[in-house]
């Protein structure tokens, strides 16, 4: 008898792997953060950090929203998320009928504003509830946990001849690339490089002082600085403006079908560029989300993008020559900039001592 899932979160959770090119590979989720808040709440019940009717709480700018969502209805948990103001129509009509209670920002075009407003709101509602548990989605390493499964379907897919193995993906709270990066090194299959995609203006690899002129790339990048970023785990890190991802999703539509955000467009991108000068290894790229947030501000415009064969990344070897509309630095490990360094209770300490203070950690 064919196998079946118990509920559509798990479905939902599995990518697929999709060949777009000899040895280049799209790992495509219809929303990632599934896998990962499904088994950061399933640890929760089992080491009785939470019980069954318990609230979980957390802020999120859209896709840990639905998946914190499906996890609590799939496990009989409270949900309760401050939203950004991106938060769209289409994901506030779901969660409410799927039970979570959404405090949306109001709106604002500074989405760094709207990240502040959401700290600040999230340490009100622990004053009122001491009793609810704070997910802290972008510090606490729980949210690795999920990935182990898809790490080992990566490698199922890779050849098993020892040859290297880059993986490709955008960087926010920094736990999918990381937790995916060492999971596969710690199988010993053989090498893995991990190269982080981030937008212009944000902290995470030290590019807040070059700005995009136009709409951030939702997801990745921040204004904070998150624990669950292991910096050292990152070979290479690619910055692209807004326009440059455009170019990447609309070549992986017109050439390949796939149908996704942003942040993969500016993924598949580097990973091209990164697959074209590594001889004989495999290349894999995270396709985080489907495209359909993005009909306006970016399929709409398809006419306007550039053509992603003529583009490629200006490599610098200091974050000082960051320029749009394209970078690339060979980061080899390196320790995370200053104005990046999480503290170090963040993602283990109580929840509302952990985290940095939003006055001072937010631009
Ligand atoms: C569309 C999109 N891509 C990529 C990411 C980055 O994932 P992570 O938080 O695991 O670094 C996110 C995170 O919110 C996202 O929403």
Redesign the pocket.
């Known amino acids: 008898m064919a196998e079946t899932d118990e509920h559509i979160a798990e479905a939902i959770g599995r990518p697929d792997l999709i060949r777009v090119d000899e040895g280049l590979i799209c790992l495509r989720f219809e929303t990632?953060k599934v896998v990962s808040a499904l088994a950061a709440v399933r640890h929760l019940l089992d080491t009785g950090a939470v019980r069954r009717g318990d609230t979980l709480l957390d802020s999120s700018?859209?896709?840990?929203a639905y998946a914190l969502a499906l996890a609590c209805h799939r496990y009989g948990m409270r949900c309760h998320i401050i939203g950004s103001t991106t938060v769209d129509h289409t994901l506030r009509t779901q969660l409410g009928i799927l039970g979570a209670h959404l405090e949306q920002m109001p709106p604002s075009s500074d989405l760094k504003l709207d990240q502040k407003r959401r700290v600040a709101r999230v340490h009100e509602i622990l004053d009122a509830h001491p009793e609810y548990h704070w997910m802290r989605q972008y510090h606490d390493d729980i949210h690795y946990l999920g990935y182990r499964a898809i790490a080992d379907r990566v490698r199922a897919a890779a050849p098993a001849d020892g040859s290297p193995l880059t993986l490709v993906g955008?960087?926010?709270?920094?736990?999918?690339?990381g937790a995916l990066a060492r999971y596969l090194r710690a199988d010993g299959a053989g090498p893995v490089r991990l190269a982080g995609v981030q937008p212009f203006g944000s902290v995470t690899f030290g590019s807040e002082h070059v700005a995009d002129p136009e709409i951030i790339i939702?997801?990745?990048g921040s204004s904070i600085p998150f624990a669950n970023v292991s910096h050292t785990a990152y070979d290479t890190v690619h910055w692209l403006s807004f326009d440059t991802a455009l170019a990447g999703s609309v070549d992986l539509l017109r050439r390949h079908a796939v149908f996704a955000?942003l942040?993969t467009g500016a993924s598949y991108a580097a990973a091209r560029w990164e697959h074209a000068h590594v001889p004989g290894g495999t290349t894999v790229f995270i396709a985080?989300?489907t495209g359909h947030r993005y009909v306006d501000t970016v399929f709409a415009r398809h006419a306007e993008a550039a053509d992603l064969d003529g583009l490629a990344p200006r490599t610098v070897s200091s974050l000082e020559e960051l320029a749009l509309p394209w970078s690339r630095m060979e980061w080899a490990g390196a320790r995370a900039p200053a104005r990046a360094q999480a503290t170090a209770g963040a993602a283990r300490g109580p929840a509302r001592a952990a985290f940095p203070d939003p006055a001072r950690g937010l631009a």
């Open positions: 990632m700018s859209g896709i840990y955008g960087v926010g709270s920094g736990a999918s690339t939702a997801g990745i955000g942040s985080a989300d």
